[in-house]
T-cell receptor, first 114, second 112 residues
Framework: KAGVTQTPRYLIKTRGQQVTLSCSPI?????VSWYQQTPGQGLQFLFE???????NKGNFPGRFSGRQFSNSRSEMNVSTLELGDSALYLC?????????????FGSGTRLTVV | GEDVEQSLFLSVREGDSSVINCTYT??????LYWYKQEPGAGLQLLTY?????DMKQDQRLTVLLNKKDTHLSLRIADTQTGDSAIYFC????????????FGAGTTVTVRA
């Protein structure tokens, strides 16, 4: 069974640009959530989607947005990139059948803003 | 407390047991998790425990839960060099569904 797939693995962008990250969940998983990981702030929750609906959102500015498609794949977008957006962005998927309703994470997308 | 708290570093000799401690936020949190992160990788779900359990054992891993003190621990028996990683404790708060709240992570270094 394929795991959570995130593309691309690495990205370098310039301040002011925008970026779109993609996440394909485990087959059959309908919940997808996104996290930002930085050395200073640790793991911070961005948002969670289920059946194309956002069910929860973290405390990030409106520059951070996401969406989920009917096949459960998800994208997140960051507009007007800032240097502080440099981070590892992790996607996770889950289903009621997951062990302990736990989330399975992808390997992440490493975004560097220069 | 407002945050999930963990000690930042743990050094252990190969073959010994490791104990990683965590204080979580709320005694009503239903699900508690331990994740492992190796360099350059995502998070791997190691184990979980439901709040109605005191202990859970899974091969070399033992999780102990003290709801009264909101304390969670992970014991790794016979620690190996492959266990060197960052370990994160996480909870899902009952009023904040579908969101994992993580501690800062404990960096475990296994020395020969």
């Amino acid at each position: 069974k394929a795991g959570v797939t995130q593309t691309p693995r690495y990205l370098i962008k310039t301040r002011g640009q925008q970026v779109t990250l993609s996440c394909s969940p485990i087959s059959g998983h309908r919940s997808v959530s996104w996290y930002q990981q930085t050395p200073g702030q640790g793991l911070q929750f961005l948002f969670e989607y289920f059946s194309e609906t956002q069910r929860n959102k973290g405390n990030f500015p409106g520059r951070f947005s996401g969406r989920q498609f009917s096949n459960s794949r998800s994208e997140m977008n960051v507009s007007t990139l800032e240097l502080g957006d440099s981070a590892l962005y992790l996607c996770a998927s889950s289903s009621p059948g997951s062990p302990g309703y736990g989330y399975t994470f992808g390997s992440g997308t490493r975004l560097t803003v220069v | 407390g407002e945050d999930v708290e963990q000690s930042l570093f743990l050094s252990v000799r190969e073959g010994d047991s490791s104990v990683i401690n965590c204080t979580y936020t709320d005694s009503s949190s239903t699900y508690l998790y331990w994740y492992k992160q190796e360099p350059g990788a995502g998070l791997q779900l190691l184990t979980y425990i439901f709040s109605n359990m005191d202990m859970k054992q899974d091969q070399r891993l033992t999780v102990l839960l003290n709801k009264k003190d909101t304390h969670l621990s992970l014991r790794i028996a016979d620690t190996q060099t492959g266990d060197s990683a960052i370990y994160f404790c996480a909870e899902i708060l009952p009023w904040d569904d579908y969101k994992l709240s993580f501690g800062a992570g404990t960096t475990v270094t296994v020395r020969a």
